[in-house]
Nanobody
Framework: QVQLVESGGGLVQAGGSLRLSCAAS????????MGWYRQAPGKEREFVAA????????YYGDSVKGRFTISRDNAKNTVYLQTNNLKPEDTAVYYC????????????????WGQGTQVTVSS
């Protein structure tokens, strides 16, 4: 089972950017679809973005489309989430996940979750 560790969160002003990283252990990283979810206090967990194993397909939640970009480097066992033009409503804990597939709105058959990284956007 792959283990995931996120980094790159922090405090940023509205309009700013952060790049989140998720480092995966194990030799099977490239076989997984990867994704990001987020959860704000008092709110349900929300799909943010996903990418298939070959990077040929990417998917985004409506609230982040055009502002966030997901990518992966299979040689480095790492997936990234570039977040631009951040808004206060993007404030949440961001979680990296590994699953068996991805399609619009979901990473399917999730096998592993990271511990999360906090993103706080001030107005």
């Amino acid at each position: 089972q792959v283990q995931l560790v996120e980094s790159g969160g922090g405090l940023v002003q509205a309009g700013g950017s952060l790049r989140l990283s998720c480092a995966a252990s194990g030799r099977t990283f490239r076989s997984y679809a990867m994704g990001w979810y987020r959860q704000a206090p008092g709110k349900e967990r929300e799909f943010v973005a996903a990418i298939n194993w070959s990077s040929s397909n990417t998917y985004y939640g409506d609230s982040v489309k055009g502002r966030f970009t997901i990518s992966r480097d299979n040689a480095k066992n790492t997936v990234y989430l570039q977040t631009n033009n951040l808004k206060p409503e993007d404030t949440a804990v961001y979680y990296c996940v590994a699953g068996l597939g991805a399609r619009q709105g979901v990473v399917t058959d999730i096998r592993s979750w990271g511990q999360g990284t906090q993103v706080t956007v001030s107005s």
